[in-house]
């Protein structure tokens, strides 16, 4: 019956140990080297749609998209930074975090005054790189160590970026999974980031997983996973496919899945649309973990709902960016993301969709007094007395027409998936049906 | 000028203690064996009905009500269980509570092995006997003290219960006090269990000496005492009084007032009825109570709430059904309940009726700035500064037309009797005029 | 931008120390003799219209107004104590507090016995003066210390107490200062208690300040700045502008605002008035300070809270009446208040009103997605990610037209200046513009 629970994905997509099948292609996108454009990009959403139907959009550099512009297309093939001794201090073979974003064609010697302001590093944690990345403004520069960067002498450096920055296109890949309706629910992780585990291949791994067990699986809702690259990919996204938005009924920004923090999730700015109360009530019974307001700060969730879309959309993660040291260094790598809990998030996520699944009004049909349960078998095997037993009664008191399954495990603290199997074990005994359906 | 404080009571009805009189009450019922159906509970109600007009219904065996069907009646003479040894191990006439409920009539000689599953203990409690019934399930037993029961050697048993299951009648009674108006509020208690002091006798007392009160004071509302068995009276009561519902503005059902811990009011299913503000006002001035929210499981007001009739019926109680030991067995006797006890559930339970009674809104008929005091004479002896002159400057104040006194008295947290008073002095100044009356 | 910082009010002004300046007007008002009517509230309201252009009214004694008639008029002359010694225990020249407020003309050699009703002391602060008055009441009395009090012995004293209660006039003065809108903003404080600094010197001086700054500055509302005898004279105003009244839009009573406590805000009766939310706002950033829920107990907000009038006023204050051991006393005096307090006082005050002069709702002209912010300078100076830059991305996450900038500064916990700010910058970059106008 149920069919977002993880054993039914587990069945379902004859793997073992879901969080394990994540890291492993987070291990194979780690070596890729993303941006915001660029055949980085591509690589990563080619692997994806190995075992995804993702359909991949190539928007020219250039394209007026809302308020912004497609940005030209960056590509680099090889970037170094040498000393005075003509050591290698910086290799972008060694890590793809070393070169800056965007950082356009450089061949250069300089002096270290002149080098330093191109350098980046993080004094309170001396043997990370940074990431850094600058599209919007025409620069080049290198991350580096700070034990590194302190370590430099005087005398001539010697830079070579041999990277393009040129018209071409921004990519993004979506899946289209079709349910029972047209009504859809929208899926989004960023794709932009390099070799940071964390942020982001921790979302596209359990948009990805997740998306295998939906194609396979019978649902409700039409869902819409999408993997773009951060602001301007949701940005050109929504340009095109503003007529289609109207479908939109739920969504959720997933990111930042796979850190060994609890799972947080920060409402949408309508603050208490369906996913907003979904996810609060599964995150109340799956264990500690955070509800924050909705604020303007974050991922793509600042362009879903902004005011002239206003998307009940969500932003489901661990620990929020910025909060835990390794974000946006090296240290977001493949030790610090895990399989538990990657396979953890998805339980979450899962239970998130059944409540969004299943959610609807019912109504009592034997309405006046209590029904005599005893009589019809209901229970089954279930004890009386016991939480089935106890679902079964609060569902028939307030199924009134009015009141959803949700309203009735908020307020009876049952767990929506309790609440939902009892009601449609009410239902095949003729005690509940259905309102509008 | 109040009518339903505790003095009045004993005044209208010159007993000195009504603590001790509703303890002698429950002394006298406590023998009777009672049961869903049958001659206990016609006993029962006959000793209520000696000082209370009460009006006694007999609803056949078999009749349809609601979802349910009306139990065959149930009697019970003799019933006994002899050892190996020709020992009696249980009587009826030691105790009710030795036979199970609706035990079927039973002549047999068994082995230990054999009687063993119809026996029932408290292990926690070895010397209480435990309540059990059955009235559903064809099914005998005795119940026994935990000690008595370890002790059972083997060999061949003597059991005899003479008990008659047979076409006969569901029994309740019902005063009906008319008041100045058609609305109703009802006030229930069960009357089906047997030698249990607490649970229930300590409702019927409360309600038999609160009718007698009632019947001799005027009121506004026109009150319905209802007593009958759990579950199935409240049922054959509904499903018999289905168009007359509309009337009940405000219902409690009255149970478990006499032990010792404080008062708990469970509020109806509606949340925010003026019964379930009206009990939260005077406990929080009365001293340390409970307030719950409703759910589905409990006494009759899982009836009265069902979504079909959704009546305004919370739960007036002290310690809530099996959060003290002593529920359901021996040991909930007449030391059990204090007189002390059933005094203050009367004192609250009456003050609950005063904020009912009273409760209206009033309209300030000098309400443009603060109308002068001084040189009408309101106060009379009362302090400035005072209570009572503190309750008149927010009766002023808030007296807009659209403010109840309990609206008031919430604001103001000011005990609504105060506030009443309050507005009475100010009424007969020509200062304030009820709305809509 | 900001006219209604202190530091505008400084430049606006040309005086250095706004504190001060409020402390020196104090010193010079302190020594007047003040009552509900008479020349001590002539004198005071003279020397607030040097530097404001105040209107003064006076009202017949005998007038009807609201549910009140205007007293006679009170001034007194001469008024001392002599023991049976001759000596001077009382005099008028010594303080003003030492005769009761409304003293009937009195001469008069009596006992202790008989003088002894007539005394009034404050046993718990045996040097203090208290402050008494008795307008409503016929009477005479004389305030002393404790110490003096229970220094008397037996003997004759003599009276005399040279006042007039004669047909006359009630005084207030109004400063009407007239803004872009013909919406009002009442400003009211009560000036009828002799040598108290607190109590309400303090308020006078604040509104006398205020009153300069506003007279010389452009400003959204109409302000009525009100100086008038507490209760009547409210009542009094109340009655004669009846009329005008639906202009008032948001009002506060200003008093004891001198004191070294933190500020206490107490709301309108309406609770959720636009004054109550930004009077609430901003103390949440000024620092320390207390909330309060209406209660019709006070100073003038009794009057204008009335439930015929209902108008939105607040009460902004310090440490609310009699919760400072010198209210009411002779220690209420110019040690009392401090500069320092007081200009922290006018900072918040000023504060309220610049949310209510820019409080209003936007809308964002590029709602779809983000704007790109980079591209246009919006910022200019500001850092990306400091305060005014997340300021902007809150407007314009927020200003679909429903949100004002209030809603937004408190959605987002920023304070509303710099939320104005923002909205100011963004609506001059053609990204934001005002809805209704």
Redo the contacts between chains.
């Keep these: 019956m149920r069919r977002f629970g993880v054993e039914q994905l587990v069945a379902n997509l004859g793997i073992e140990h879901p969080g394990r099948a994540m890291h492993a292609l987070i291990r194979e996108l780690y070596p890729i080297c993303r941006s915001v454009t660029g055949d980085g990009v591509r690589e990563t959403l080619r692997i994806v749609s190995r075992e995804l139907p993702l359909s991949v959009h190539e928007v020219p550099s250039g394209t007026r998209v809302?308020?912004?512009v497609v940005p030209p297309e960056w590509n680099v093939r090889e970037a170094w930074l040498r000393g005075p001794d003509g050591k290698l201090l910086a290799d972008l073979r060694w890590s793809n975090l070393h070169v800056v974003g965007y950082s356009v064609p450089t061949r250069a010697k300089l002096s270290l005054a002149e080098l330093r302001p191109h350098l980046h590093s993080l004094p309170e944690h001396p043997d990370w790189i940074p990431y850094k990345s600058s599209v919007?403004?025409e620069d080049w520069g290198f991350c580096l160590p700070h034990r590194t960067l302190e370590s430099l002498v005087e005398g001539e450096y010697e830079v070579r970026i041999d990277s393009s920055l040129a018209n071409g296109s921004l990519s993004y890949g979506e899946a289209l999974l079709p349910g029972a309706s047209d009504e859809e629910v929208l899926l989004s992780s960023h794709v932009c980031h390099p070799s940071l585990c964390n942020d982001n291949l921790s979302g596209i791994s359990l948009l990805w997983l997740l998306g295998r067990h939906l194609a396979r699986v019978e649902h409700r809702y039409t869902y819409r996973l999408l993997f773009a690259p951060v602001?301007i990919g949701?940005?050109t996204w929504?340009?095109h496919n503003?007529k289609d938005l109207a479908n939109i009924r739920h969504g959720l920004v997933v990111t930042l899945a796979g850190d060994p923090g609890p799972i947080t999730y920060k409402r949408s700015?309508r603050g208490d649309a369906a996913i907003d109360r979904a996810a609060a009530h599964v995150l109340a019974h799956h264990g500690p973990h955070a509800l924050r307001?909705f604020?303007?700060?974050g991922y793509d969730e600042?362009?879903f709902?902004?005011?002239?879309?206003?998307l009940p959309v969500g932003c489901f993660m661990r620990t929020p960016h910025g909060e835990f040291p390794e974000y946006h260094s090296s240290a977001d790598d493949l030790e610090f993301v895990t399989a538990d809990a990657l396979g953890d998030s998805l339980v979450a996520l899962l239970a998130v969709l059944d409540v969004l699944e299943h959610e609807r009004r019912y109504r009592?049909l034997?309405?006046?007094?209590?029904?005599?349960l005893?009589?019809r078998g209901v229970l089954g095997d279930a004890p009386w007395g016991g939480e089935l037993h106890?679902a079964m009664?609060?569902v028939?008191?307030?199924?009134?027409g009015r009141a959803s399954l949700l309203d009735i495990a908020e307020?009876?603290r049952l767990p929506f998936a309790m609440v939902h199997e009892a009601a449609s074990r009410l239902s095949s005994h003729d005690l509940l049906r259905p309102v509008d359906g």
């Design positions: 809302l308020d912004w919007y403004r602001t949701a940005i929504l340009a503003e700015r307001d604020d303007p700060f600042r362009q709902c902004s005011p002239g879309f206003d009592n034997a309405p006046k007094g209590e029904p005599q005893g009589r106890r009664t609060w028939l008191s307030l199924s009134d307020r009876s």
